[in-house]
């Protein structure tokens, strides 16, 4: 492990502070409306977000997605975000834990299950380190660490790629996942990390066992971008500018998955900045929909600020719903309310 907690040090402040974001291409939800209903017949008060994922219930389809862990900042990031799933019953994940399985004295800043007992929680190791000596007992450290109800596996091959002295080796990794899969105790959801993933590689992930997808599609924060503030030389920095704006956008990962597979559970992420965007993914099939960036502002800021954001996106999600006519999540999605328009 070179520098890992520098390294985790580095991409927070990065995400904080840089340009990250992509500018050419967007999440691709901005080809959608919806259509507004004049007289919803419904009390907005009495408007029902309450959902399902992986058997646990949950007051809204939201999930804080994968972002830190290993410093102290991460850790007071990761207890703040704990505490507002635990009172909105919302699921939460957590960054990489290669750091805490390998320096077990930064455990400690992914520790959140005592703060939200009730919250539905993500494990997370990156997929590549399963060919770099990880395995199922290393899988299962991190799930325990968590008391997770599920392990996030992502994968990152554009990131690796560019980062120095990435993990690149992702030849035979497809059998490693399947064989993880069968032996782990709980779901493993696949995620990338900001590139998104495409109905074929959807197909070769479930037939490996995998439960569920976050497709963390492209437009929002730009791992290709980060890397390169973090090069060590110039042609580092010239191949992230050159892949900034690479990937699938978020609206087709879901649109596409979706079209060829009808149960599996589905995660939009990548670059959903309000409630009106997370709206417009569940209405387009996903279950739940992930947010990181919004989450991580806030959370660096103040507890206060974080439980304004919250408020804000139930508010936002709450609003798409009453002004469509739809008295529940189950009657939204069902509802055909969503037209594309260019």
Same mark, same amino acid.
């Given at each position: 492990?070179?520098?890992?907690?520098?390294?985790?040090?580095?991409?927070?402040?990065?995400?904080?502070?840089?340009? &990250?974001?992509?500018?050419?291409?967007?999440?691709?939800?901005?080809?959608?409306?919806?259509?507004?209903? +004049?007289?919803?017949?419904?009390?907005? $008060?009495?408007?029902?977000?309450?959902?399902?994922?992986?058997?646990?219930?949950?007051?809204?389809?939201?999930?804080?997605?994968?972002?830190?862990?290993?410093?102290?900042?991460?850790?007071?990031?990761? %207890?703040?975000?704990?505490?507002?799933?635990?009172?909105?019953?919302?699921?939460?994940?957590?960054?990489?834990?290669?750091?805490?399985?390998?320096?077990?004295?930064?455990?400690?800043?992914?520790?959140?299950?005592?703060?939200?007992?009730?919250?539905?929680?993500?494990?997370?190791?990156?997929?590549?380190?399963?060919? %770099?000596?990880?395995?199922?007992?290393?899988?299962?450290?991190? #799930?325990?660490?968590?008391?997770?109800?599920?392990?996030?596996?992502?994968?990152?091959?554009?990131?690796?790629?560019?980062?120095?002295?990435? $993990?690149?080796?992702?030849?035979?990794?497809?059998?490693?996942?399947?064989?993880?899969?069968?032996?782990?105790?709980?779901?493993?959801?696949?995620?990338? #990390?900001?590139?998104?993933?495409? &109905?074929?590689?959807?197909?070769?992930?479930?037939?490996?066992? &995998?439960?569920?997808?976050? #497709?963390?599609?492209?437009?929002?924060?730009?791992?290709?971008?980060?890397?390169?503030?973090?090069?060590?030389?110039?042609?580092?920095?010239?191949?992230?500018?050159?892949?900034?704006?690479?990937?699938?956008?978020?609206?087709? +990962?879901?649109?596409?998955?979706?079209?060829?597979?009808?149960?599996?559970?589905?995660?939009?992420?990548?670059?959903?900045?309000?409630?009106?965007?997370?709206?417009?993914?569940?209405?387009?099939?996903?279950?739940?929909?992930?947010?990181?960036?919004?989450?991580?502002?806030?959370?660096?800021?103040?507890?206060?600020?974080?439980?304004?954001?919250?408020?804000?996106?139930?508010?936002?999600?709450?609003? &798409?719903?009453? +002004?469509?006519?739809?008295?529940?999540?189950? $009657?939204?999605?069902?509802?055909?309310?969503?037209?594309?328009?260019?």
């Amino acid at each position: 492990m070179v520098n890992t907690q520098t390294r985790k040090a580095d991409h927070l402040r990065i995400c904080l502070e840089e340009d &990250v974001q992509f500018h050419r291409v967007t999440n691709g939800l901005d080809k959608y409306r919806f259509t507004h209903c +004049c007289l919803p017949e419904l009390d907005l $008060d009495a408007i029902d977000l309450s959902t399902s994922f992986l058997g646990k219930e949950l007051n809204a389809p939201l999930l804080i997605s994968s972002m830190t862990g290993g410093t102290e900042q991460a850790k007071q990031i990761n %207890y703040r975000l704990a505490e507002v799933a635990q009172n909105h019953r919302l699921a939460m994940g957590v960054g990489s834990q290669r750091i805490a399985i390998e320096k077990p004295d930064t455990a400690y800043s992914f520790a959140i299950r005592n703060i939200a007992p009730d919250a539905l929680l993500f494990a997370n190791i990156g997929a590549i380190q399963l060919n %770099y000596t990880y395995g199922l007992e290393q899988c299962l450290k991190a #799930v325990e660490m968590l008391q997770a109800d599920a392990l996030i596996l992502h994968l990152n091959p554009l990131q690796e790629a560019i980062q120095p002295r990435g $993990d690149i080796n992702f030849k035979g990794l497809l059998d490693k996942i399947d064989d993880l899969c069968q032996k782990l105790s709980v779901p493993v959801i696949a995620k990338e #990390v900001g590139n998104g993933i495409s &109905v074929s590689m959807t197909q070769k992930l479930i037939e490996a066992g &995998v439960t569920a997808i976050d #497709v963390a599609g492209a437009g929002g924060t730009s791992w290709a971008k980060v890397e390169s503030e973090r090069a060590e030389n110039n042609i580092q920095r010239r191949l992230g500018q050159t892949f900034a704006d690479w990937g699938i956008p978020t609206a087709q +990962c879901i649109t596409t998955i979706r079209d060829r597979y009808s149960e599996v559970p589905l995660i939009a992420s990548g670059g959903l900045r309000n409630g009106l965007e997370v709206a417009k993914t569940i209405a387009l099939g996903a279950d739940l929909a992930g947010l990181a960036f919004p989450f991580l502002q806030a959370a660096s800021q103040s507890p206060e600020a974080l439980e304004e954001l919250v408020q804000l996106l139930l508010a936002e999600i709450r609003i &798409v719903l009453f +002004c469509t006519g739809n008295g529940t999540i189950l $009657d939204f999605q069902q509802s055909q309310c969503l037209e594309k328009i260019s």
